[in-house]
């Protein structure tokens, strides 16, 4: 069965520090590769979302992911984070048919100013 | 266009009572899931549909129970709730295979 690992729990950023967060998954097979965002008291929101093609994915709000298959990697990064970002962060992973997703565990994300 | 609506927002239930979890959604979709979010745990699948009566069961199916008999609702059944089963619901649902999955704005349980 597939997995998905979110290695950070917890991660606390000043204003303007850049940011990545890991995710690995197992599954040898083809998979599509997601990042969601919670923010407090809201449903998820997808950030970015790799099928095929290009490894490194542009989301929204300045955020990206690098596909590496030899790694099993799929690590959220954005450059220089803002107050707003505060928010739970979820790497999640689908195979085969249907919208079954495999969710990690979430990176708890704090930025203060 | 409301996309993926889910109601009650908000329930409280007592051990061995029972409830349903209303989930609508007006795109269209064919593929629509359950998943329950605890903390530390992400979320995790309980149920999904690939259409209008199918359903098939996920990673934590127990104590649930689902059905499709329209293209747009799916809702879930708790027969019997249990303290367990306190937790944040979201439902989701997507057209096919490679498009984005849109969730709901979540329904909170708790069962007391």
């Known amino acids: 069965a597939q997995s998905v690992s979110q290695h950070n729990h917890h991660v606390i950023l000043s204003e303007a520090a850049s940011l990545e967060l890991g995710c690995n998954y197992s599954?040898?097979?083809?998979?599509?590769l997601f990042w969601y965002v919670q923010y407090p008291g809201q449903h998820l929101q997808l950030l970015l979302k790799y099928f095929s093609g290009d490894p490194l994915v542009k989301g929204i709000k300045g955020f990206e992911a690098e596909f590496i298959k030899s790694k099993f990697s799929f690590n959220l990064r954005k450059p220089s984070v803002q107050w707003s970002d505060t928010a739970e962060y979820f790497c999640a992973v689908k195979t085969g048919g249907g919208n079954k997703l495999t969710f990690g565990t979430g990176t708890q994300l704090k930025v203060e100013l | 266009n409301a996309g993926v609506t889910q109601t009650p927002k908000f329930q409280v239930l007592k051990t061995g009572q029972s409830m349903t979890l209303q989930c609508a959604q007006d795109m269209n979709h064919e593929y629509m899931s359950w998943y329950r979010q605890d903390p530390g745990m992400g979320l995790r699948l309980i149920h999904y549909s690939v259409g209008a009566g199918i359903t098939d069961q996920g990673e934590v199916p127990n104590g649930y129970n689902v059905s499709r008999s329209t293209t747009e609702d799916f809702p879930l059944r708790l027969l019997s709730a249990a303290p367990s089963q306190t937790s944040v619901y979201f439902c989701?649902?997507?057209?096919?295979?490679?498009?984005?999955?849109?969730f709901g704005e979540g329904s909170w349980l708790t069962v007391v």
């Open positions: 989701a649902s997507s057209r096919d295979t490679g498009n984005t999955i849109y």
């Open positions: 599954y040898g097979g083809t998979v599509n």
